[in-house]
């Protein structure tokens, strides 16, 4: 057996010779890549909607959203600085549209969510037709889809965008394709969509063949209200309180092909016991105040304030009020590729 001295230096010499060929010893970096748990370089961290609206209105008089295309501030995760990502599979972001301003119409392969922090009076069109806005909302942009906003009302309008922009990079699929007009023709009257498909029905004889959901507005009095309901009749999931999810009406699936969304109720002093999950989550608060623990950091959160809890960090809520908090993530992408797996303390 060569001295351990001398085995390096071959070992070295080796890797040197091999290298201009693009040839990597695994066994280097083999407990690197194929780890004993999930391991994330993400960071949990909080963003205070107090505290970023300021900002938000102050890009509204540098630059018009038609200039911009999407007025976004990027809610960028720390351990992600100029990568555009709040987790390693998902971008989010906070969106203004002024009074009398049209974001122009577009269409992508990413998928993209949006859920209204503030105001109301603007819209989203999807392929031509029109769903009005209210706080608490819930509307999909399925990809490929044709797409403009516009605020008709006489307060700004704020909105947490989520899309699945870091996946879509990583399989190096993107693309966009910018319309001729600033808006896309109507096709249906605003709310045609809901009714079709968002009452528990379907029209006789429709096949969904896209892979998102063709209701693309869920209206947060509705989800509310079944919160509401569901939760005096218990009991509670002691890790989740009420949580549920948002589903396409046409398969029972997520409303997006690569992003899993929920909505959850937290009734006042309800603290979850610990859960975590590999799948890296993004909330944003609706209703109420508390504070959440991801790994060792906590979090005091209100209305319009997000944060993000990387993939398998021990996560728990105490709300102080009642609290409706919304979520995303790439649950799906997992629960299809066999990998998604919960712990629950």
Not at 10 to 21: G, T, V
């Amino acid at each position: 057996m060569q001295p351990v001295a001398e085995a390096s230096t071959n070992l070295q010499a080796f890797y040197e010779r091999i290298a201009p060929l693009h040839l990597a010893p695994l066994w280097e970096v083999y407990h690197e890549l194929i780890t004993p748990e999930p391991r994330s370089p993400c960071v949990p961290c909080h963003w205070s909607y107090a505290a970023v609206r300021g900002h938000l209105l102050d890009a509204g008089q540098l630059i018009s959203a038609k200039e911009a295309e999407r007025r976004v501030l990027i809610l960028e995760n720390p351990a992600l600085a100029g990568q555009a990502s709040v987790t390693h599979s998902l971008f989010a972001g906070l969106q203004l549209v002024l009074p009398g301003e049209t974001a122009p119409c577009h269409r992508h392969a990413q998928s993209a969510l949006r859920l209204i922090v503030e105001g109301r009076g603007a819209f989203t069109a999807i392929n031509g037709e029109r769903a009005y806005m209210e706080r608490g909302d819930f509307i999909i942009t399925g990809a490929g889809s044709w797409h403009d906003h516009g605020n008709s009302g006489s307060e700004p309008v704020v909105w947490l965008d989520g899309l699945d922009i870091p996946l879509v990079r990583l399989l190096d699929a993107s693309y966009v394709e910018r319309y001729e007009a600033e808006t896309y023709p109507e096709s249906r009257p605003a709310g045609d969509t809901l009714a079709r498909f968002g009452a528990g029905l379907v029209p006789v004889g429709f096949r969904g063949e896209a892979p998102h959901s063709p209701l693309f507005h869920y209206p947060y009095a509705r989800s509310r209200e079944a919160l509401e309901k569901l939760a005096r009749q218990g009991p509670l999931d002691p890790h989740h309180g009420l949580k549920m999810a948002f589903v396409n009406p046409a398969d029972g699936g997520p409303p997006l092909p690569t992003i899993s969304t929920f909505v959850q109720l937290l009734p006042q002093s309800f603290a979850t016991a610990p859960c975590r999950s590999t799948d890296g989550t993004v909330y944003s608060v609706i209703k109420g105040e508390g504070e959440s623990q991801v790994g060792e950091q906590s979090f005091v959160w209100q209305p319009g304030d997000v944060f993000v809890a990387p993939s398998w960090q021990p996560v728990v809520h105490r709300a102080r009020s009642e609290a409706v908090l919304f979520s995303f993530s790439d649950r799906i992408v997992q629960e299809k590729l066999g990998l998604w797996r919960e712990w629950r303390g």
